[in-house]
T-cell receptor
Framework: TQLLEQSPQFLSIQEGENLTVYCNSS?????LQWYRQEPGEGPVLLVT?????EVKKLKRLTFQFGDARKDSSLHITAAQPGDTGLYLC???????????FGAGTRLFVKA | DTEVTQTPKHLVMGMTNKKSLKCEQH?????MYWYKQKAKKPPELMFV???????INESVPSRFSPECPNSSLLNLHLHALQPEDSALYLC??????????????FGPGTRLTVL
C-alpha cells in the first residue's frame, strides 16, 4: 500500500520564522504535488515536482523532490500570517486516477 | 485558466430532500473527480469519471449518485442523506489517461450540512 507521511502534523510559529514540512514514503512516485488549503475552501495547487532531485521555487516557498522520488519537502522562508493554512502533499498512485494524499500539515503563523 | 467551479457554495438539506451539486471545468480535462472531506482530514476519493465514463466508485453509498453529462460537467445527486454525510464536497479535474503527470485541480467546494 502506498502511503505518504507528512510531518509535522501541526506547526505554530511567529511571523518571520522559517519552517520545513516533510512528505515521506517508502514507495516511488512518478510525481508529487503540494497543495495549500484554507478552511472551507478547495486545495490550491502550489507545485508539481516530477524529476528526482528537482528543486522549484515559488517566491518564499522552496520545494524539493528526493533523488529517489520517495520524498519531498516544502521550505518557507520568513513566514507570514497569509501562509496560514493546511498544506497537503499528494502523489500519483500506481492504481490509475487515484491520488494518494498525506494527512496534511496545519500551519499557523502568528503576527 | 486552471479554474474548476462548483455550485452551490453552501447547501443545507433535510434527510428527505433531493439536491444536486454541480461542477464545471473548461480546461479540456478528460478526468473528473468527486471527493468528500471532513474537518482536519485530507480529501477522500468518491468517484472518478474518465472520458465521461465512471471509472472508479470507492464503495460509496447509493444515496450519492454521480453523473457526467459531458466532458465539462460533473454532477453529484444527493438523496436521503444522513447527518454524518455533512462535509466539504470537492470536485477536481485532470488531463486524464496518457498525461505524463496527472495533476488534479480542485474547485472551491460545496459545504453540505444535513439536518
Amino acid at each position: 500500500t502506498q502511503l505518504l507521511e507528512q510531518s509535522p502534523q501541526f506547526l505554530s510559529i511567529q511571523e518571520g520564522e522559517n519552517l520545513t514540512v516533510y512528505c515521506n514514503s517508502s514507495s516511488v512516485f512518478s510525481s508529487l504535488q503540494w497543495y495549500r488549503q484554507e478552511p472551507g475552501e478547495g486545495p490550491v495547487l502550489l507545485v508539481t515536482v516530477v524529476t528526482g532531485g528537482e528543486v522549484k521555487k515559488l517566491k518564499r516557498l522552496t520545494f524539493q523532490f528526493g533523488d529517489a522520488r520517495k520524498d519531498s519537502s516544502l521550505h518557507i522562508t520568513a513566514a507570514q500570517p497569509g501562509d496560514t493554512g493546511l498544506y497537503l502533499c499528494a502523489g500519483d498512485s500506481r492504481e490509475g486516477f487515484k491520488t494518494i494524499f498525506g494527512a496534511g500539515t496545519r500551519l499557523f503563523v502568528k503576527a | 485558466d486552471t479554474e474548476v467551479t462548483q455550485t452551490p457554495k453552501h447547501l443545507v438539506m433535510g434527510m428527505t430532500n433531493k439536491k444536486s451539486l454541480k461542477c464545471e471545468q473548461h480546461m479540456g480535462h478528460r478526468a473528473m473527480y468527486w471527493y468528500k472531506q471532513k474537518a482536519k482530514k485530507p480529501p477522500e476519493l468518491m468517484f472518478v469519471y474518465s472520458y465521461e465514463k465512471l471509472s472508479i466508485n470507492e464503495s460509496v453509498p447509493s444515496r450519492f449518485s454521480p453523473e457526467c453529462p459531458n466532458s465539462s460537467l460533473l454532477n453529484l445527486h444527493l438523496h436521503a442523506l444522513q447527518p454524518e454525510d455533512s462535509a466539504l464536497y470537492l470536485c477536481a479535474s485532470s488531463q486524464g489517461r496518457g498525461a505524463l503527470t496527472d495533476t488534479q485541480y480542485f474547485g472551491p467546494g460545496t459545504r453540505l450540512t444535513v439536518l
